[in-house]
């Protein structure tokens, strides 16, 4: 089915990828457009490796992508000789009950905030269709971590509606990043296609209910610069439409026709294997109906040069898609630009909207091949002001009109006439994206803004059009509140967890680290708002925790206080610089305390000796800080100790031939003002690695973070012995797939990092310890929330006494869930 432009002059091809929020762009990397991913060669994304959840990298993935965030099929493997041993390298609601040996599923623990008016998260449903009475709405959910696929599914017409499951091929639970966009289907065989980081992705079903994330190879056939506006069934399988970008805005567009059998393997058509062309200007296929073999697309666009206008045609195909003839299609005089496309059991549809007498209404048009069309009906409903687009299935038809504030539904089961079949509100920032329609009932999707974030729309009606009530809130995975715990520190006989719930920053504290309270909003931030805390540390002049404040590119956040219960906002705080300012970690030592973090290209210090006043550190030379495009620095983590401060994270050295991205780097400082730049080598076998996390014990510093080769992750860790001014790589036991660094503790008995290991959708915890940093035995537990079919990772660990505390989280299809993991010191 399909859509006439909502504004005839000035229509754009409907991109839902726009909606949905990716992650931030790589440093040195300028922001993609909203269905791209751009990549750079100065690759290394420092902002991703701490602000967005652990994933897994795609098979098949270019470096970059293995060291921002990404889902793929981890491959085991192993870095043999040399001093550098690698870790293996990667290819409805619960009660909060702690397992016997697991993790406690925390969303009691860590209480949210009972007067939030938002769950800190976007949901958008971009597409629907029916096949029989089985309803299939797809769209995702969001926030500033990433994004989780979702496919809402009725089987009873649209009465109701749960979520299906979204497993791998291998039947693990499908990893996050991704979001479909569009949905085709018929009785045995269904596809979705949508947007991953890297290109687009492709989900298949049997049924509608259960789908399988397909290998990112089944999304070779599209580009990065390809954008997919519609799918549909054929006779012989799936034919997908949209367009392409050389220059990436889409000005100079191109035409674009994916096939494929069975929605697995898919067959790309463009340029000379296209008829439908403008040698100068745009031209997109924005609307898309098949019946049996026979398929129409309407081609939109513009041409410029020596004779510029406007191109609003309807292409057919007789044979799925492969080659092309235009139509004639009769205008209505007068009409706007636009045509709306429908398939029916006896052929085709077609509407434009029409203005006679003052008068605007519909004009419907039939054709039994695509090829001829006469006239067949008129669309004429009180209020009408815009024709918007058709929807439906076998069942019936389904159009979409706009009016007041509000659209209005005609259904019809021949094109020739039309009833009124209700209305659904469009207040202001609504978006009514797709629609379609069963024996008994309209089902329509779409978007809005809500306090703060945005919520899908499932808007369901009767056939007298009366409205059937169905609340998202109520579905099991629909909407779960943002709940992230991401950082940990013991200090004055308390313990204090941060994070995140509803969208805003949030503080917990507790006494023993088994029970928590959440602390007041911190004074100074007078109104939710989108923020989070990432880190926080206690020091002799007081407790200091830091993030950011509004979405990753907004400003810094620090906030601080004296017992660990009552906080506020630190007005001494003033960041300066050129670009975006991102604080990641601090630290406090004799001198005082440090934040460290990202300004643009460049790593960032902020300095104070008392949390009352705050100075910008520099370099000890100006390019031991200052980056610039091509050459960024980035701090991810910091620690202090006798020996001064050391901060760790990476670079991108241009100087260096061959592997220019992503080199492990460290900062040295003795009063926290000026900072020495140490650049460590890349590990063997290894193509660019970061630190992301740093601790000392005495004079003893551990850096680690996650290295990446051609086929996956591997987690690595350097050693110094004098306070950070010399290193040595140390062999971290490897376990069974792939692994990357969630977090690093010191405790009363040596070192623990966490990470976690495993393949996609099956992602396990795994420790490993150390007494003195040079040698380090792993750990592997299992249990809720450390293990099994989901992604389970630890996003902060501290010690309390002789026991580990650790915050994590536990992920599947139905969301993610906070977890709280004790057990004694390894």
Not at 180 to 206: D, E, F, N
């Amino acid at each position: 089915m399909s859509a006439l432009p909502a504004h005839a002059y000035t229509y754009a091809p409907r991109t839902a990828a726009s909606q949905i929020p990716q992650q931030p762009p790589a440093k040195d990397e300028p922001a993609a457009g909203p269905d791209e991913w751009s990549p750079s060669a100065d690759s290394m994304a420092p902002a991703a490796l701490v602000y967005s959840r652990p994933s897994r990298p795609r098979r098949g993935a270019p470096p970059r992508v293995l060291l921002i965030a990404g889902a793929g099929v981890a491959v085991a493997a192993l870095i043999a000789g040399g001093v550098v041993a690698l870790s293996g390298v990667g290819t409805g609601k619960k009660k909060d009950t702690p397992s016997a040996e697991g993790a406690r599923l925390a969303g009691q623990v860590f209480a949210l905030d009972p007067a939030a008016t938002t769950d800190g998260r976007d949901q958008r449903l971009n597409g629907v269709t029916a096949v029989g009475s089985t309803v299939v709405a797809v769209g995702g959910e969001s926030d500033t971590l990433g994004a989780r696929a979702q496919f809402f599914v009725s089987t009873d017409g649209g009465s109701t509606f749960r979520l299906g499951t979204v497993r791998t091929p291998q039947g693990d639970e499908a990893s996050y990043g991704d979001t479909p966009k569009v949905v085709a289907g018929s009785g045995r065989a269904w596809v979705a296609i949508g947007s991953r980081q890297g290109g687009p992705a492709v989900w298949t079903s049997k049924d509608g209910t259960a789908w399988i994330r397909q290998p990112d190879t089944a999304g070779w056939a599209f580009t990065q610069a390809d954008r997919v506006h519609r799918v549909a069934r054929t006779s012989t399988g799936f034919i997908a439409v949209g367009d392409t970008s050389a220059k990436g805005d889409y000005s100079d567009a191109r035409p674009v026709v994916w096939l494929s059998g069975d929605g697995s393997r898919w067959e790309r058509l463009a340029d000379q294997q296209l008829p439908m062309s403008v040698t100068s200007g745009s031209l997109s296929l924005i609307e898309l109906a098949a019946q049996g073999n026979t398929v129409i697309v309407h081609a939109f666009g513009a041409t410029t040069g020596g004779h510029p206008g406007s191109v609003d045609a309807v292409w057919q195909s007789s044979d799925g898609g492969r080659h092309w003839d235009q139509a004639s299609t009769p205008k209505e005089t007068p009409t706007s630009l636009g045509i709306a496309l429908a398939a029916t059991p006896s052929g085709f549809l077609l509407a434009r909207n029409t203005v006679s007498g003052g008068r605007h209404f519909a004009t419907v048009l039939q054709s039994a091949d695509g090829r001829q069309w006469s006239r067949t009906g008129e669309i004429r409903l009180p209020g009408y002001t815009a024709f918007m687009r058709f929807g439906g299935s076998e069942r019936g038809l389904v159009a979409l009109v706009s009016a007041d504030h509000k659209v209005l539904l005609a259904r019809s089961t021949d094109g020739r006439s039309w009833t009124s079949a209700g209305e659904v509100a469009q207040p202001s920032g609504r978006e009514l994206l797709d629609a379609t329609a069963t024996a008994g009932t309209t089902v329509v999707v779409g978007a809005e803004p809500g306090h703060g974030d945005g919520n899908a729309v499932l808007a369901v009606r009767n056939a007298q059009g009366q409205e059937v009530p169905i609340d998202l809130a109520h579905v099991a995975g629909a909407a779960p509140p943002d709940q992230l715990v991401q950082g940990l520190a013991t200090g004055g006989g308390r313990m204090v967890a941060v994070g995140s719930g509803n969208g805003d920053a949030a503080i917990w504290t507790s006494v023993d680290g088994r029970q928590w309270s959440r602390a007041p909003r911190p004074q100074g931030l007078t109104s939710p708002g989108l923020r989070r805390l990432v880190n926080i540390i206690s020091g002799p002049s007081g407790w200091l925790a830091v993030g950011y404040d509004g979405v990753p590119n907004g400003q810094p956040l620090v906030v601080t206080s004296q017992d660990g219960s009552s906080w506020k906002r630190d007005a001494s705080f003033k960041p300066s610089g050129d670009g975006r300012l991102l604080p990641f970690a601090a630290a406090a030592g004799s001198a005082g305390y440090v934040i460290v973090g990202e300004d643009s290209y460049s790593a960032a210090i902020w300095y104070s000796a008392d949390l009352k006043t705050w100075q910008r550190g520099k370099g000890v030379r100006p390019q031991d800080i200052t980056g610039a495009a091509g050459a960024s620095h980035w701090m991810h983590a910091v620690t202090a100790g006798a020996f001064g401060y050391v901060a760790v994270g990476g670079l991108n050295d241009p100087t260096i031939r061959n592997a220019p991205s992503g080199r492990p780097a460290v900062w040295t400082s003795g009063d926290g003002k000026a900072w020495a730049l140490q650049q460590l080598p890349v590990p063997d076998g290894c193509v660019e690695a970061s630190f992301s996390q740093v601790a000392a014990k005495g004079n003893t510093v551990v850096a680690t973070g996650t290295a990446a080769t051609q086929n996956g992750w591997a987690a690595f860790a350097e050693v110094s012995d004098d306070g950070g001014k010399s290193w040595q790589p140390v062999r971290l036991p490897s376990p069974a797939a792939g692994s990357i660094v969630t977090a690093f503790t010191v405790t009363p008995t040596g070192l623990l990092i966490a990470g976690s290991s495993g393949r996609v959708g099956r992602t396990s915890v795994v420790l490993w310890t150390s007494r003195e940093g040079h040698s380090w035995n792993s750990l592997r537990p299992q249990g809720t929330g450390l293990s099994g079919n989901a992604e389970n990772w630890l996003s902060a660990v501290a010690t309390t006494g002789n026991r580990l505390v650790a915050a994590g989280v536990t992920a599947d299809h139905l969301g993610e869930r906070p977890t709280l993991w004790q057990r004694p010191l390894p």
